[in-house]
């Protein structure tokens, strides 16, 4: 039963679907839109200092942020998929591209919510080969999904009410994700079609409404190219610095954008393909009078050339896990526990764990697999991602050395200390030995090798687990 794998769709490029229909006219933007910060997902933390940057790029490969009057409203809700698509140009493209791979270390987006604090969390899927306004997990689809990221998200405050954020999320450190360019791997080449050149990215989120800042001009922005073969926007990036006064859509994004719906979850908009009839008559600076169907959005990369992607992701992580029996004090009382990989630059471990979220006065401890993520099997009062061969590190494990035992004590501000000395780099969390735990084979953890990590935790009398996370070490 801890055999269901992730999948990954592949297949031939099919044509795209025709929009369902309009949706609900887009709004007007009714409050400032605040910067929210830097979320560094390799260790879980936030940067909020004025003027600070990311480690993200120096490399600006899509750039979709023209706009910004206008939104979709809270119609994207909790458990839902929406899909947005553009192009990541390869080599044998003629926009001045210079690899056929990117080493994605960060990206930014703007939405809106009235959320509460601690009720609101997003997972976000690259994908490198995506057919616009087609479900990614239809089968045949030409879609191939590099790699997930989990972020929590700023939500209104306290006494509820709209809010606008910017997010920029760092990926640097560990949780880089390859993306291949021009629809690879299962369309690789440049085709001059969109459905074969394509990538997309679906945003996902959990425990709360949200809704996307539209952005893109294809009227108001420079073609990369000149529009050659029909090509809208690619500006603001590194192979195409130049965009007009209005600011950037990005390379071939369309206007439409994909819902897909869970099953048995409630319906704002039914699965299928949308869009607002794009019809700009007044320019940038007054606005549309109907905005581009397409979400804002800036992707970040390495400038290392000529790289080859690698197909497994570094870092993949789970859904998020259940909501925890106990409290605390930090951002999400209650709510889920979560893990996060930082690695270790100096090869002296095989990286660090922090685990946050947790209930205050409960203990913890990583579980480590070889295997794949599931869905999710309910075990006690939680659910572990991990499939077999299931290993961890305690005294259980036959681990006799303190630094190979990772139980924690989650503090009141539910961040999982230590009891052993052998936490990361923040002084919290587990430094993960290079040795491999006796159950899956004892050894050494070697460059290259895959492994999952989740954190058990008591729960008064029953057992709970974090979400997972799924490392390739480096």
Not at 252 to 280: F, K, M, R
Not at 384 to 406: C, E, H, I, K, T
Not at 413 to 433: C, H, K, Q, R, T
């Amino acid at each position: 039963m801890f055999a269901l794998a992730l999948s990954l769709a592949l297949g031939p490029a099919v044509a795209a679907q025709a929009p369902a229909g309009d949706p609900p006219s887009p709004l007007r933007v009714s409050a400032p839109v605040r910067s929210a910060g830097i979320y560094h997902v390799a260790t879980g933390t936030w940067t909020r200092v004025p003027g600070a940057s990311a480690s993200a790029g120096p490399d600006i490969v899509f750039a979709n942020d023209t706009g910004g009057s206008y939104w979709t409203g809270l119609l994207h809700e909790d458990g839902a998929q929406w899909v947005d698509e553009g192009q990541l140009p390869g080599a044998s493209s003629p926009f001045g591209a210079d690899r056929e791979c990117y080493r994605v270390n960060g990206f930014q987006l703007s939405y809106g919510t009235s959320a509460l604090p601690g009720s609101l969390s997003l997972a976000l899927d690259l994908y490198d080969a995506y057919v616009p306004c087609t479900d990614p997990s239809a089968p045949g689809a030409c879609t191939n999904r590099a790699g997930t990221v989990q972020v929590d998200l700023p939500e209104s405050g306290a006494f509820g009410g709209l809010a606008f954020w910017t997010i920029t999320v760092d990926l640097a450190g560990g949780a880089e994700i390859d993306v291949g360019a021009d629809a690879a791997p299962c369309a690789p080449g440049y085709d001059g079609v969109i459905e074969q050149d394509g990538f997309g990215w679906g945003a996902t989120p959990h425990g709360a409404r949200i809704g996307w800042l539209l952005a893109g001009d294809p009227d108001w922005t420079v073609a990369a190219t000149g529009g050659a073969n029909g090509e809208i926007g690619g500006g603001g990036t590194y192979y195409a610095p130049a965009s007009g006064s209005c600011g950037n859509t990005g390379l071939n994004a369309s206007d439409l954008w994909q819902v897909v719906e869970p099953a048995g979850g409630a319906i704002t908009l039914p699965t299928g393909c949308y869009s607002y009839g794009y019809s700009n008559v007044l320019g940038c600076v007054l606005g549309p009078n109907k905005p581009f169907a397409s979400f804002s959005f800036r992707l970040f990369a390495d400038d290392v050339p000529g790289a080859a992607c690698d197909p497994v992701p570094d870092v993949a992580f789970s859904d998020p896990a259940l909501p925890h029996c106990g409290t605390n004090s930090g951002s999400n009382p209650s709510g889920p526990a979560r893990i996060t990989y930082a690695e270790d630059p100096s090869g002296v471990t095989a990286g660090s764990l922090r685990i946050v979220d947790g209930p205050a006065g409960e203990f913890s401890m990583v579980v480590c697999s070889t295997g794949p993520l599931t869905t999710g099997v309910p075990v006690s009062a939680g659910l572990l991602y991990l499939a077999a061969p299931l290993g961890r590190y305690g005294q259980l494990a036959g681990n006799v050395d303190p630094s190979l035992n990772s139980v924690g004590l989650f503090r009141p501000d539910g961040v999982s200390e230590s009891l052993f000395g052998n936490g990361g780099p923040s002084g919290d969390g587990f430094a993960i030995p290079l040795q491999v735990p006796p159950v899956l084979g004892g050894g050494t953890w070697l460059p290259g090798d895959t492994v999952a990590f989740t954190a058990w935790f008591r729960c008064g009398t029953a057992s709970n687990f974090s979400d997972a996370v799924r490392v390739q070490l480096r």
